[in-house]
């Protein structure tokens, strides 16, 4: 067999195309257009470092285009292809686990949506998966994936505000109608409603009498560990609340002011393709860390989490 690095490249090229592309595809057909609300990774992602959140906001992102893929030398390529082939498993482990979950019966909402509005930001979540019992003893568990190259020893700061934010959202607005799924006709219901809408379930109006708890599964090549539960907490939602409110507001005024006329533009940091490289910007976007952080603290990897198993 003779070995062809001209037509190997292609072919590795092509596949990085595909992913970049499918991955675009994915997140407009199931999560909209992120850079108009902040989800539950953006407050995570808050937490430890505002700059980076407040960034992804205003589209300055590490992930490139497909369409510029062309233009990349063959390490860029492999660069760009490793770290996809690691976020784009997520989606596959996703869509396996699913079927393994429905197979054991159990009333399951795939990609469940709570969308509010908080002091003018608008704010949603997207759970991975929720899982429904009625009955006597109605209960709720958030199930969210996570695909890791190795498996932590415990879970990442980030990780756990997105868990705290999403098992508080559905317990504070359980009986609002912000819940909705996609690809069904249930939009913009009560939590108990969309259950009755998909099973015939009764849950209560009122969720304190419901056992509800988050927790995350991560998934290597071989080995799965689940960490949890997180219970709704108020303080972790006050918290929450203030990263997303940051968040909001500090993109907005990044938008207004990266574009205006005399105001140095970002810029691309060296050493890698123009799609792929960091972003900075000195005037536009505020410079937020240390003990300037809005937040005025870090979440603890740990803090205030009942256990794990």
Known sequence: MQHDDTKAQGL??????????????????????????????????????????????????AIPAATAVDGFAPDDVACVLGRQIILQRGHW?????????AATGV??????????????????????????????????RILELKSNERIPDS?????????????????????????????????????????????GVMLPLAPDTVDIEAWVL?????????????????????????SANCCGHLANSGRRAIWQPGVERPRLLPGLPPSVRLVRCQRGLPKVSGREH???????????????A
Not at 93 to 101: H, N, P, R, T, V
Not at 231 to 238: A, C, E, S
Not at 294 to 308: K, Y
């Open 93 to 101: 482990q996703e869509y396996g686990i699913e079927k393994a979950l």
């Open 155 to 199: 879970l990442y700061s980030s990780y756990e505000a997105q868990l705290y934010g999403q098992v508080g959202l559905l317990k504070s607005c359980w009986a609002e109608p912000c819940f909705s799924v996609p690809q069904t006709e249930v939009h913009s219901t009560t939590f108990p409603q969309a259950v009755e809408d998909l099973f």
């Open 12 to 61: 590795l090229r092509l596949l990085t195309q595909g992913l970049l592309a499918h991955a675009e595809q994915k997140t407009a057909s199931e999560l909209g257009d992120r850079s108009q609300y902040i989800g539950m990774s953006d407050i995570g992602k808050g937490m430890e470092c505002m700059r980076a959140a407040v960034a992804s906001k205003l589209g300055m992102s």
């Open 107 to 140: 009333k399951l909402v795939p990609q469940l949506e709570i969308s509010i509005e908080h002091n003018g930001v608008l704010i949603k979540a997207h759970l991975d998966f929720t899982l429904v019992w009625g009955g006597q003893r109605p209960a709720v």
């Open 218 to 242: 991560s998934i290597s090549m071989s080995e799965v560990k689940p960490f949890g539960p997180y219970l709704p907490d108020q303080v972790m939602g006050h918290v929450g609340g203030m």
């Open 294 to 308: 809005p937040l005025g603290f870090r979440l603890r990897s740990g803090a205030r989490r009942t256990r794990h």
